[in-house]
């Protein structure tokens, strides 16, 4: 499929989105959000890919926020529907997504491309990254869900501390707060980011869309996390994976997942 703003491209196993905006830094306006959906729905259903790298173009900027030329006269409403659309389409079906997302922090992620980047299952960023949640100098709070998965990664007094100040962290800040989880040169990120998908992709693409679900349900509430880990691990013993892994392990040879 061709796109306006985002270039998708699978090679051996991982597809690489890659938000391409630059001019604008890569901000996220109506149609981006829309194309990422039909991205990411369309990798996580290809067979083919079994992780997901996204990333932005240039050597600035991953994703420098919500286009705010876009959203600047809304009324209430309107600000209401743009956050629960959002958050629908992009941001809650990442996270969501059975396919493993790796998010390659390439510059400012600021706003809601910090919210995507904490959408995404980890996080590897580049030595000139710059991470901050600016929304309260707009006179506005993050609406991607900002809220709820920064104080999760970080914890809630450095997530207060970030949302209040309005500040920028940078790469080894983040690292030191475990909001990614390598820090490498902008030359390094993306093989870094696609040498670590080619690990993750030697293992059960099922056991591993099962352990996306049961880590998920830890923030979901009203869901007793221990009893969907339960219920998922019970799952995956009427798996092919299972029976190949097992199977291989006893064998003394790699496993070679059907993925079913
Ligand atoms: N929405 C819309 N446009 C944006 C944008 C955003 N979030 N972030 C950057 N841009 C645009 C700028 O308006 C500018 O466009 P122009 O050349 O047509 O004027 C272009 O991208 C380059 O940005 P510029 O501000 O000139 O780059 P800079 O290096 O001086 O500053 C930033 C970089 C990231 C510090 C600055 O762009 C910025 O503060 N952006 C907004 C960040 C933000 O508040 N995000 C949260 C939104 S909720």
């Known amino acids: 499929m061709s796109y306006n703003n985002i270039i998708s491209k699978e090679n051996n196993g991982i597809t690489t989105i890659t938000i391409n905006r630059p001019k604008k830094l890569n901000a996220l306006n ?8 039909e991205a990411f729905d369309e990798a996580d259903n290809d067979k ?3 992780v997901i790298i996204i990333t932005g173009s240039g050597e600035k900027a991953f994703v420098a926020g919500a286009d705010i030329s876009e959203f600047a006269d809304f009324d209430v409403n309107e600000g209401t529907s743009l956050a629960a659309k959002g958050q629908e389409l992009l941001f809650n079906f990442v996270e969501n997504l059975s396919t493993p997302v790796i998010a390659a922090v390439n510059g400012f992620a600021l706003g809601g491309g910090l919210e995507l980047a904490m959408s995404a299952h980890f996080r590897v960023a580049s030595d000139n ?6 929304e309260v100098s707009l006179g506005v709070i993050p609406g991607y869900g900002g809220t709820q998965r920064l104080p999760q990664l970080v914890g809630k007094g450095r997530a207060m501390e970030m949302i209040m100040t309005a500040g920028m962290i940078d790469a080894n800040q983040a ?8 820090v ?9 980011c696609e040498k670590m998908a080619t690990k993750i992709s030697r293992n059960s693409t099922v056991a591993i869309s099962a352990a996306i679900r049961a880590i998920n349900a830890n923030y979901k509430d009203g869901v007793d996390g221990y009893n969907v880990e339960v219920t ?6 009427g798996t092919d994976d299972f029976e190949e892994g097992t199977t291989a392990f006893l064998q003394k040879r790699k496993a070679d997942f059907p993925g079913e």
């Open 184 to 192: 490498t040169s902008l030359e390094e990120l993306l093989p870094l």
């Open 232 to 237: 998922e691990f019970g799952n995956c013993f």
């Open 30 to 37: 109506r149609e981006t959000i829309q194309e990422l959906h």
């Open 175 to 182: 690292l030191s707060y475990g909001l990614v989880n390598h």
């Open 129 to 134: 990254a710059k991470l901050g949640l600016p």
């Open 48 to 50: 083919d890919t079994k």
